[in-house]
Antibody, heavy 118, light 107 residues
Framework: EVQLVESGGGLVQPGDSLRLSCVASGFTFSSSPMNWVRQAPGKGLEWISYLSSSSSTEKYAESVEGRFTISRDNARNSLYLQMNSLRVEDTALYYC???????????WGQGTLVTVTS | AIQMTQSPSSLSASVGDRVTITCRASQGIRSDLGWYQQKPGKAPNLLIYAASTLQSGVPSRFSGSGSGTEFTLTISSLQPEDFATYYCQQDYSYPVTFGQGTKVEIK
């Protein structure tokens, strides 16, 4: 069974940093491109970052470019999101998701909540 | 960035109704489009990818069509478990973008 389990969320102040983790199981993680997608409370889905299977290609949404860094450790079946200079508008539920094919995020974690408030 | 615009933003329908949701891209995206269903408190669930390919395990009452800039998701006969919010998503080019969502409610 494919599983993605996020962790690392919490309550922080503007300007703080957090590192989210996503541990994968049930599939060949090292062959799978991965994404982070977030959802602010009561709002829609916002894609924020992509990382290829070999870490050779990374992409970011403009809203997080320069502040967030995506990475992975294929030996540990883990995906990460380092979030620096957090803002109130970064408050959201953060999901990791596997990209199986074009426009196909076929497995998602349950999400980890990040709350940025002063 | 490519903008994805869904219509309607919400709709009310009855069990057994045929429901169609439209997604328009601000520029051509070939068939690089997916559809997702999200229920309250749950992660999104992939329904359709490559515009018209049904994801494994998804009921056949769901179908997708379109290419270029205009796409549709159709539910042929709405079931009680289909009341949810639906999103389209393109990854023809980065940044990946989602539509704003269509909430399907019980009439």
């Amino acid at each position: 069974e494919v599983q993605l389990v996020e962790s690392g969320g919490g309550l922080v102040q503007p300007g703080d940093s957090l590192r989210l983790s996503c541990v994968a199981s049930g599939f060949t993680f090292s062959s799978s491109p991965m994404n982070w997608v977030r959802q602010a409370p009561g709002k829609g889905l916002e894609w924020i970052s992509y990382l290829s299977s070999s870490s050779s290609t990374e992409k970011y949404a403009e809203s997080v470019e320069g502040r967030f860094t995506i990475s992975r450790d294929n030996a540990r079946n883990s995906l990460y999101l380092q979030m620096n200079s957090l803002r109130v508008e970064d408050t959201a539920l953060y999901y990791c998701a596997r990209r199986a094919k074009i426009a196909a995020l076929d497995h998602w974690g349950q999400g980890t909540l990040v709350t940025v408030t002063s | 960035a490519i903008q994805m615009t869904q219509s309607p933003s919400s709709l009310s329908a009855s069990v057994g109704d045929r429901v169609t949701i439209t997604c328009r891209a601000s520029q051509g995206i070939r068939s690089d489009l997916g559809w997702y269903q999200q229920k309250p408190g749950k992660a999104p669930n992939l329904l359709i990818y490559a515009a018209s390919t049904l994801q494994s395990g998804v009921p056949s009452r769901f179908s997708g069509s379109g290419s270029g800039t205009e796409f549709t998701l159709t539910i042929s006969s709405l079931q009680p478990e289909d009341f949810a919010t639906y999103y389209c998503q393109q990854d023809y080019s980065y940044p990946v973008t989602f539509g704003q969502g269509t909430k399907v409610e019980i009439k």
